[in-house]
C-alpha cells in the first residue's frame, strides 16, 4: 500500500519535471527539480498540501514558479528558488539589517531558505496589514507555496500587459498598500514597479515580496522612495496629473 503510494508520487513528480522541461528554456534556465526538493515535495504531497504540479508560470533567475493543486482541486502556486547560481550577495544585503535574519549563517543554501522565508513571512506580514497580496499557505526550505492569482487556471496578468480602465483608482490603492505596508506592516517593498502587481480582475494584488526590508533597515526610506518614483513615473506615462513622489513619500512618512 504504502509502496504503491510512493510510486503514485514520484510519477506526479515525474510528470512535473517533465512538464517544466517542456515550458522551460533549458539554454537559460536550469531544472530547480533537484533531489532535495523532490522530498519536499513528496513531503506536502503525503500531507495533502500538494496534490498536482502543472507548468511552469513563470521561469526567472531567482525562482521558477509553478501552477499546482490540492487535494480539493484548487489552484496553488508554488515558487521554487534557485540554490545553484543564486544571486546570494545581493540576497545578503536585503537579509542583513533585518532583525529577523540576524541569526543567518552565510551559505548559500542558508542565504536562499532565509530568502524564501523571508518571503513567506512578509506576505503575512502585509496581509494582516490588509495589503492585497498571495495568501501565503506553506513554505519549508527553499519553496514556498501560496494562493493563486488568477483565474480557471490562467495567471493574473502583469499591471504592465493590461489596459487599465479607471488609473487614477488604481494608481490610489497602490499607494495606499505602500502606506499599509511601511506603517502598519514595518515594510517597505523594496522592488515595486508594474512588474510586481499582477492585476486580478481590475484589483491590483502586489507580488514578489522576498526582498521587502523592515524598516529598521538602513536602506528602507531610500528604497520607499524609488518605490512611489517606480509607481509614478509607470502612472505619469497614462496622463495622469499626479502629486511628486517626494509629498506622497513625506504623508506615508509622517504616519498621519
Ligand atoms: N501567486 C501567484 N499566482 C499567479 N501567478 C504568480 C504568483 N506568484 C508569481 N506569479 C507569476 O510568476 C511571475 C514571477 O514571480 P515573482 O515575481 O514572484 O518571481 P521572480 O523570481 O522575482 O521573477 P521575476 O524575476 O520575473 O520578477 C510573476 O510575474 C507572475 O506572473
Ligand atoms: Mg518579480
Not at 533537484?34 to 502543472?54: A, E, P, S
Request: proline share 4%.
Amino acid at each position: 500500500m504504502v509502496e504503491k503510494k510512493i510510486k503514485e508520487y514520484e510519477l506526479k513528480i515525474d510528470k512535473s519535471r517533465e512538464r517544466e522541461k517542456r515550458s522551460e528554456d533549458q539554454s537559460t534556465a536550469e531544472s530547480v527539480f533537484d533531489l532535495n526538493v523532490r522530498k519536499i515535495i513528496f513531503k506536502l504531497m503525503q500531507k495533502g498540501i500538494i496534490d498536482q504540479i502543472y507548468g511552469a508560470i513563470s521561469t526567472g533567475k531567482e525562482a521558477n514558479v509553478y501552477r499546482a493543486t490540492d487535494s480539493d482541486g484548487n489552484d496553488l502556486a508554488i515558487k521554487i528558488y534557485r540554490i545553484t547560481n543564486a544571486e546570494t550577495k545581493f540576497m545578503w544585503k536585503y537579509i542583513t539589517g533585518d532583525p529577523r535574519f540576524s541569526d543567518v549563517r552565510k551559505k548559500p543554501r542558508n542565504i536562499v531558505f532565509a530568502w524564501a522565508k523571508k518571503e513567506f513571512k512578509n506576505l503575512n506580514r502585509a496581509k494582516e496589514a490588509n495589503v492585497k497580496v498571495p495568501n501565503p499557505i506553506y513554505q519549508v526550505k527553499n519553496l514556498l507555496v501560496m494562493e493563486f492569482i488568477g483565474e480557471n487556471t490562467i495567471p493574473a496578468p502583469k499591471l504592465k500587459d493590461v489596459e487599465i480602465q479607471n488609473p487614477n483608482k488604481i494608481f490610489n490603492i497602490i499607494i495606499e498598500y505602500i502606506n499599509r505596508l511601511y506603517n502598519e506592516a514595518n515594510l517597505v517593498h523594496g522592488d515595486l514597479s508594474e512588474f510586481n502587481i499582477l492585476m486580478d480582475n481590475d484589483e491590483p494584488v502586489i507580488i514578489d515580496i522576498s526582498q521587502a526590508i523592515t524598516l529598521e533597515h538602513p536602506n528602507s526610506l531610500r528604497y520607499l522612495l524609488r518605490d512611489i518614483k517606480n509607481i509614478c513615473w509607470y502612472f505619469s506615462k497614462l496622463n495622469l496629473e499626479l502629486p511628486a513622489p517626494v509629498e506622497i513619500y513625506e504623508y506615508i512618512t509622517k504616519g498621519e
